[in-house]
């Protein structure tokens, strides 16, 4: 039994959610190969070969795969997916994007977003925006899965000396195109892997006062994340957003400022080793989530909390 | 140009569901449902296409349960011209409503699908994406912006670090987020015209397809509760307890 883990890259350099989703391979147990899919992904590839418990590196490198476009790259993991017993994926945009189009072209439902291995054939997973957790078992010759990334541990990026072996399959479809990209620079830590989260909400009021938070966040070495009220309303980008349909975050410390709450967000951060929620609403549902709740205005309490820490 | 729009009943997202005892799922008796709010955003995106004079006709489908005719009527008064129900009682997984959706696309021949990118429910985030495969149509998941030019749509995608733009030959598959638009009130007058609409109900059989699957639901849980909290004081206290009792900064 061996298993093919796609990696979540950017070419240049392996991004972290691949050594979760190594670890989630670990657990099913089992050969575990590694699929770099890219355009000049010569380092992710070296890094995917230093994984701990990686026996194989297959770069496939071509123009077609650059972009990650679906059309071009699931037709070339489906192919190489036929002889693994599982395929797995982190459960990021861009593993969302491409596996269930893996797993229909191998007429094998997907399991989405697994948060713990049972067995090589049975997987937990969150429904219902994690109000329930389904047990569920899967009898497909080939299991084509997406790991939540914050249900496993990363596994060591270093220590392995996996062979590294080209792929000679080239899929283009030629049905799309990448047309550009707009990508946030930020120096802080991205937020699935942050150790600390500030997040904030409609409390906030405008984006121009998120500056209280960066520079909280800033102090704390910490992330910063929103709830969707929040980008909704054009405070901050899309790409801040935590909750069911967002990200999923689950940090040391998870600091919910002006954040009423509501079950979609809760979905993205309960999984937080520690909450704290500071809101003037002492009603508001997130207290009942959170570990330490201060009822306070939050243009008073930030500022004083960045003082003390 | 035709445009088909997925769309599935759920559960209202309001609800706060609870697991049944004998842990065989959640309990969903006499709990409000609703049309998925990804859905929603597809059949007002559809609309609005039409509106611009893009579209043509927009058809809404589902797979589910007659129940689910109701929701294709809230479509129908959001806009849409005509709608069809596959009608099946059983919970089918995301690969057999594709397959199913997939003998609907070769019926209706649209040249943009749009479906929301999750249900709430199942919270898989599959069907758009398997339909792209089976029809082989190229895909653009997570939508913000979607402009349809010539043989061509432009689609505006949310990633993970920020936005992402692809063009995409026609026919294609979109897949609704949150902020490609939002969705209208269905008004008085249009929701009585809705009644009129037509609406075709067909069997999987019928569509020749089989809705067998490869994964099977063993039990449902509630998911491990927080222990509640302590109400603190001050900022001062907040951070002792952040220092000496969480040991978390």
Redesign the interface.
């Known amino acids: 039994m061996a298993i093919l883990v796609v990696a979540e890259h950017t070419n240049a350099a392996l991004a972290a959610a691949t050594l979760n989703t190594v670890t989630a391979a670990q657990k099913i147990g089992g050969d575990i190969h590694v699929l770099v899919a890219g355009a000049g992904a010569g380092a992710a590839a070296e890094a995917a070969a230093k994984i701990a418990g990686v026996s194989k590196v297959l770069v496939a490198d071509n123009a077609a795969y650059a972009?990650q476009?679906?059309?071009n790259v699931?037709p070339l993991i489906a192919e190489l997916g036929k002889g693994y017993s599982h395929v797995l994926a982190a459960a990021?945009?861009?593993g969302?994007?491409?596996?269930?189009?893996?797993?229909?072209?191998l007429?094998?439902?997907?399991?989405?977003?697994i948060i713990a291995v049972e067995s090589a054939d049975?997987f937990k997973r969150?429904?219902?925006?994690?109000?329930?957790?389904?047990?569920?078992?899967?009898?497909?010759a080939v299991k084509v899965i997406t790991v939540r990334t914050t249900g496993f541990d990363v596994a060591a990026a270093e220590g392995g000396s996996a062979s590294i072996e080209a792929v000679g399959t080239i899929t283009n479809?030629g049905?799309?195109?990448?047309?550009?990209?707009?990508?946030?620079k930020s120096d802080r830590p991205e937020l699935?892997a942050a150790k600390?989260v500030v997040s904030g909400g409609r409390g906030m009021q405008n984006g121009d006062n998120f500056k209280h938070l960066y520079s909280l966040a800033d102090k704390?070495g910490a992330g910063v994340g929103a709830s969707?009220a929040a980008?909704?309303a054009g405070f901050v980008?899309?790409?801040m957003q935590v909750g069911?349909?967002g990200?999923i975050v689950a940090p040391?410390?998870y600091i919910a400022v002006g954040i009423s709450g509501a079950?979609?967000h809760l979905a993205g951060m309960?999984d937080s080793?520690?909450?704290?929620a500071i809101n003037k609403d002492?009603e508001a549902p997130i207290?009942?989530?959170?570990?330490?709740?201060?009822?306070?205005d939050l243009f008073e309490?930030v500022p004083?909390?960045e003082g003390?820490? | 140009m035709k445009v088909l729009v997925p769309v599935k009943r759920v559960?209202d997202?309001n609800v706060?569901?609870?697991?049944k005892a004998d842990n065989s799922g959640?309990d969903l008796a006499n709990v409000k449902m609703a049309l998925n709010p990804?859905c929603e955003i597809a059949v007002e995106e559809a609309v609005r296409l039409k509106e611009k004079g893009t579209a043509t006709e927009v058809v809404v489908v589902t797979v589910g349960s007659s129940a689910a005719q109701e929701q294709l009527r809230t479509a129908l008064a959001l806009g849409a011209d005509r709608a069809i129900l596959v009608e099946s009682a059983d919970e089918l997984?995301?690969?057999a409503v594709?397959k199913l959706l997939n003998a609907v696309v070769e019926k209706e021949q649209p040249q943009l699908v749009i479906l929301g990118?999750?249900a709430?429910?199942?919270?898989?985030?599959?069907?758009?994406?398997?339909?792209?495969?089976?029809t082989?149509?190229?895909?653009g998941?997570?939508a913000?912006k979607v402009i349809v030019a010539g043989d061509k749509v432009?689609v505006t995608?949310?990633?993970?670090?920020?936005?992402?733009?692809?063009?995409?030959?026609l026919p294609?598959i979109v897949t609704t987020?949150?902020?490609l638009n939002e969705p209208r009130y269905a008004s008085l007058p249009n929701i009585m015209k809705a009644k009129k609409k037509p609406l075709d109900v067909i069997t999987p059989d019928a569509l020749g397809v089989s809705t067998a699957?490869?994964?099977?639901?063993?039990?449902?849980?509630?998911?491990a509760a927080?222990?509640?909290?302590?109400?603190?004081k001050?900022?001062?206290e907040?951070?002792e307890?952040?220092k000496n009792e969480?040991k978390?900064?």
Do not use: W
């Open positions: 972009h476009l679906p059309e699931a990021t945009s861009n969302k994007n491409i596996l269930p189009r893996v797993a229909a072209l007429d094998v439902d997907q399991i989405s977003e049975t969150p429904i219902y925006a994690g109000n329930a957790i389904a047990t569920v078992q899967s009898s497909a479809a049905k799309s195109a990448f047309v550009g990209e707009e990508l946030a699935t600390i704390l969707r980008v909704d980008p899309n790409d069911q349909t990200k040391q410390l079950i979609q309960k080793k520690v909450i704290v002492e207290f009942q989530v959170a570990d330490y709740g201060l009822v306070a309490a004083e909390l003390l820490v | 559960v997202f706060k569901v609870r697991v959640v990804f997984n995301s690969l594709a990118k999750q709430i429910d199942s919270d898989n985030n599959q069907t758009g994406q398997m339909l792209g495969a089976l082989g149509y190229a895909q998941t997570f913000s432009n995608r949310e990633i993970d670090g920020g936005l992402q733009t692809v063009a995409l030959n294609a987020d949150l902020r699957s490869t994964v099977k639901t063993l039990k449902v849980e509630a998911p927080r222990q509640a909290g302590i109400k603190v001050s900022v001062a907040l951070v307890k952040l969480a978390v900064i």
